[in-house]
């Protein structure tokens, strides 16, 4: 960094310990693990993101509503990705933390295997059933026909991205997230650019934007495993894995294996609740047409791209609280989640604002209609506000992954997606509420889990739960 963006840096730290938010000896412990991970974030955010834009540009509504049903599943796929990986982060970092490397190790092992056990099923149904499980959503023809396409041939995707996610959270657990942000940053500018040459040069509308993700995924999957094999980059400043997989690891090892799924069953209950809830939505929004579901997908698209500096400072407090859990310093572990809490709300205020300033500009890069225009402008104001929620939830979750408490926030996500979002979406159905629904539904799905992760958080129950995974326990 150089001397200026440090001066300036320095001051915002300086009126960050003032105010109360975080102290600067855990400000830059936290930032220099989240920035590449806010980086590695928007990278993979900003591919489907992209995809949907550029297929708004080559195809229409009908090709970006069918995107949207397609990417409903595909987001399934990175939510069950992340419930594994939690396990992993969760294992890896508190082992790491209490210097017992072989069982970090272990742990990134089993859990390559478990995510290419998980992924297999996942493929095969996506080319079997791609077309029934669009037509769930009760898409229109044209919708239905590019939906399809889609899933069918981002279906090898899904290995690649699980084994992806894994690696991604074996670095952060063991505090390096240059690495994995190098590699998914690279793997985000190829996708765009093979999807932009199949979409545009080749003239393969959606099934060129399937294809230029599995590629790129598949790319990503290839420079990760180098380092998770222990193999050096050279001179690119990336690492290889201090935990790396080597031959001597077993194949299956069953204590880790049921401590991965102890850890990583709730996240992934949570995980998928977060996905599975955006199906009745979109149902709910194909009855209001096509303009509706891509406006929904528009602000999705724009809260994750925001969502980007939850993937760096929820990690960075799952892998800060479970390093100081693992070396047995409690109190120190409390501090950082409840700075990084703080820390995390304030960023997302901040970014929330700028998104609803420019709300109608950003909808223009998707939509050129102007119904569609000012409907998705709408929902992009949504979503920018439900973020700041969605903030104080990840770096309120990411404190409980780290400690390995994961049954409650699966509880939480639970109660605020269908205890509350879906009865609001679907009171638009019934009531002159309307598409107003749908906004409702956006905030309460993020506002409910963020309050109760934030209680959990403050309860200190977690602490409790750490003792049971660090390196003083046995596996099983």
Known sequence: MKARQLAVVSILVSALERLGIIDAERFWPTMELAWPRIVTGFAIMSKQTADLAMVGVAVGTAGTAGLAFALGYWQLVTMLGLGLAGGTVTLVSQNYGGEAADRASLAVSQSAVLAVALSIPVVAVFLA????????????????????????????????????????????????????????????????????????????????????????????????????????????????????????????????????????????????AQGLVVFPLLWIAATFGPVVVTALEVGRRVRGLINSVNWGLSLASSSLVGQHLGAAEETEADAYGAAIIRLSTVL?????????????????????????????????????????????????????????????????????????????????????????????????????????????????????????????????
């Not at 059933?129 to 041939?153: E, Q, W």
């Not at 993700?213 to 290889?240: D, E, H, I, K, N």
């Not at 609001?424 to 749908?438: E, I, N, R």
């Open 129 to 272: 059933f791609a077309g029934p499980l669009i037509d769930l959503l009760g898409a229109d023809p044209a919708p239905r026909r590019y939906g399809t396409t889609y899933l069918v041939y981002v279906a090898p995707a899904v290995v690649f991205e699980l084994l992806n996610l894994v690696a991604s959270r074996t670095y952060t657990g063991v505090g390096d997230t240059f690495t994995e942000m190098m590699a998914r940053a690279g793997g985000a500018i190829l996708n765009i650019v093979l999807s932009g040459a199949f979409i545009f040069g080749l003239g393969m509308g959606v099934a060129g934007a399937a294809i230029g993700t599995t590629l790129a995924s598949g790319f990503v999957t290839l420079v990760l495993a180098w380092g998770m094999f222990g193999r050096s980059y050279g001179r690119l400043g990336m690492q290889p894995s201090p935990v790396p997989i080597t031959r001597s690891s077993p194949p299956f090892d069953a204590a880790m294996i049921r401590q991965l799924i102890e850890i990583a069953t709730p996240e992934i209950g949570r995980r998928l």
């Open 348 to 476: 997302y205020a901040g970014v929330a604002a700028l998104v609803m300033i420019f709300a109608e500009p950003i909808a223009g890069l998707f939509v050129s209609d102007p119904d569609a225009l000012a409907q998705a402008a709408v929902f992009v104001v949504v979503g920018a506000v439900s973020s700041v929620t969605f903030g104080i939830d990840g770096a309120a979750a990411g404190a409980l992954l780290g400690a390995g408490d994961t049954r409650w926030p699966f509880v939480a996500s639970l109660l605020g997606r269908y205890a509350f979002a879906l009865p609001a979406a679907a009171l638009g159905l019934v009531t002159p509420l309307g598409v107003g629904g749908l906004y409702l539904a956006l905030f309460l799905e993020t506002a409910v889990p963020g309050g109760i992760n934030y209680w959990l958080f403050r309860s200190g129950r977690w602490k409790a739960v750490s003792r049971r995974y660090r390196p003083s326990s046995e596996p099983g």
